[in-house]
């Protein structure tokens, strides 16, 4: 289990390590945010879990959450940012957590955009932001992440067996979870002072470096049904992501670029002619 006591003293930050809640099991750490910043006035603060009965990835998909092998949590920041600033904190929430994944355990961390967390084509951790305005008018931005940490294989759902992966499984062997996540919301509490006072500009090269997707054949699927394949080319001003469509994905417009706000994106995988 999660020791509150062990994380309390290994917080460097007081800001963010004097308002810290533990959880043995919750629906969900970012539901529980929301709530609790809609009810009251809460200053920056950090809600962990050991276990989640109602976890949620991006686009409300459910998100596989045993007790007692991952970590899953959510910052909860007070802002009062321009709304298209915001659009960067997911890819930035991305690079900062795959940073401290990369720091504790040396694997390489690829992102899809705009932050599944890869290693090689397998998922091992997904990011999920989210904002509010509460009644006394105070602005927040919920950051949830679930990384896979301690899960053997065997202990993986059959639909996720040929998708995703744990640090255990890479590195060959059990990862410090209160170690690991010091480090990712002491990342993630920089990389937001640093994107609220500097801009996303660093982050965009920082994002580049370790994307994914730019260069991709992918395929879009939007919230309506419709589907959209092209290449992805870049990473738009608001962090969207600005692709190329394919001649048979598109009419009168195939010369344009478009860009996606949000969606799922698959990668999709060529193949050599034999």
Not at 103 to 123: A, C, F, M
Not at 199 to 227: C, E, V
């Amino acid at each position: 289990m999660l020791s509150p006591t062990k994380l309390a003293t290994l917080f460097p930050s007081k800001k963010l390590g004097e308002t810290l809640y533990v959880f043995d099991e919750l629906a969900s750490t970012n539901t529980f945010a929301l709530e609790y910043a809609k009810r009251h006035s809460p200053p920056d603060t950090v809600i962990l879990a050991d276990k989640q009965t109602a976890g949620r990835g991006r686009l409300d998909r459910s998100w596989f959450s045993p007790a007692e092998s991952n970590i899953y949590g959510s910052i909860l920041f007070c802002h009062d940012r321009p709304i298209q600033l915001l659009g960067w904190v997911p890819l930035m929430a991305g690079v900062a957590i795959a940073q401290a994944i990369e720091t504790q355990t040396k694997i390489r961390i690829h992102l899809k955009w705009p932050n599944d967390l890869l290693v090689g084509e397998r998922k091992v951790g997904g990011v999920l932001c989210e904002s509010l305005s509460n009644v006394q008018k105070n602005n927040y931005v919920v950051i949830g992440f679930g990384i896979n940490v301690n899960l053997s294989l065997s202990e993986f759902p059959q639909d996720l067996l040929d998708s995703a992966t744990s640090l255990k499984i890479q590195c060959r062997r059990s990862v410090d979870r209160e170690a690991l996540v010091v480090r990712i919301i002491t990342s993630l509490e920089k990389g937001w002072e640093d994107l609220l006072t500097n801009g996303h500009q660093s982050w965009l090269l920082k994002y580049n470096n370790r994307s994914a997707t730019i260069g991709q054949m992918i395929q879009a699927h939007f919230p309506d049904g419709s589907r959209l394949m092209g290449r992805a080319h870049s990473i738009g001003v608001h962090g969207q992501l600005r692709i190329i469509p394919s001649s048979s994905d598109s009419n009168e417009q195939s010369a344009r670029m478009r860009d996606i706000h949000s969606g799922e994106i698959l990668h999709i995988r060529t193949t050599s002619p034999q």
